[in-house]
Nanobody, 120 residues
Framework: QVQLVESGGGTVQTGGSLGLSCAAS????????MAWYRQAPGLERELVAA???????DYADSVKGRFTISRDNAKNTVYLLMNSLKPEDTAVYYC??????????????WGQGTQVTVSS
C-alpha cells in the first residue's frame, strides 16, 4: 500500500507565491520520476513539472522561470515552489510518482489533489 499525501495550496493574489509538497509513504522500495500535474475546470490534466530520481527536471513552457520543482529522496517528498502566480495558474494540482514497491513491482500513483486559486 502506497499513499501520496499533498499539502499546501490555497488562495493567493496575482504575483504571489505558494508552495506545495507531496510525501509518499507505505511499501516503497524506490521512487523514480516524481511530478506535478494540474487540471483547471473544463480542461485536461497537464504536466506542470517533473523531476527524475537523479535530479533532472522538466517544466511546462507556461511555468518555466516561475515554478521550481525539487525533491528530498530521504523523505520521499517532492516540492513545487510557485512564484509570480497568474490567474491562469488556478487549478487543482496533483502529485504523481513512479514507485517501485517492496514487492519489486512498479506502479504509478496519484495524490488526492490540492486547490490553487490565484485571484486577479
Amino acid at each position: 500500500q502506497v499513499q501520496l499525501v499533498e499539502s499546501g495550496g490555497g488562495t493567493v493574489q496575482t504575483g504571489g507565491s505558494l508552495g506545495l509538497s507531496c510525501a509518499a509513504s507505505g511499501s516503497i522500495r524506490s521512487i523514480n520520476t516524481m511530478a506535478w500535474y494540474r487540471q483547471a475546470p473544463g480542461l485536461e490534466r497537464e504536466l506542470v513539472a517533473a523531476i527524475a530520481s537523479g535530479g533532472g527536471t522538466d517544466y511546462a513552457d507556461s511555468v518555466k522561470g516561475r515554478f521550481t520543482i525539487s525533491r528530498d529522496n530521504a523523505k520521499n517528498t517532492v516540492y513545487l515552489l510557485m512564484n509570480s502566480l497568474k490567474p491562469e495558474d488556478t487549478a487543482v494540482y496533483y502529485c504523481n510518482a513512479d514507485i517501485q514497491t517492496t514487492s519489486w513491482a512498479y506502479y504509478n500513483y496519484w495524490g488526492q489533489g490540492t486547490q490553487v486559486t490565484v485571484s486577479s
